[in-house]
């Protein structure tokens, strides 16, 4: 257990970052399962439309942290290139 009070301010913090980097995490994957469903559908401009949006929250996701740039590449790449494949 914490005995210094910076320790215990520490776990304070780190509570709190969690549960805020947690919702980030939720809101991006929210976004992804957005194109992830319009590809399913197979609708093209519906998914073109939710990758739009999904990639500036990716970004905002690797500059707050809670994505590593690759990951972050790593998924848009993909999307893209699935979105790209609809006829």
């Known amino acids: 257990m914490a005995n210094t009070p910076q320790a215990k301010k520490r776990?304070?913090?780190?509570?709190?970052?969690?549960?805020?980097?947690?919702?980030?995490?939720?809101?991006?994957?929210?976004?992804?399962?957005?194109?992830?469903?319009?590809?399913a559908a197979g609708d093209k401009e519906a998914a073109t439309t939710a990758l739009a949006a999904a990639q500036p929250e990716l970004a905002r996701g690797v500059a707050k942290g809670?994505?590593?740039k690759n990951t972050a590449s790593r998924k848009f790449s993909r999307l893209t290139k699935a979105v790209s494949s609809l006829g």
């Not at 805020?20 to 590809?39: P, Q, W, Y």
């Open 11 to 39: 776990i304070r913090r780190n509570d709190r970052r969690a549960e805020v980097n947690g919702n980030r995490v939720g809101r991006i994957r929210t976004f992804i399962k957005k194109v992830e469903a319009a590809l």
């Open 66 to 68: 809670v994505f590593h």
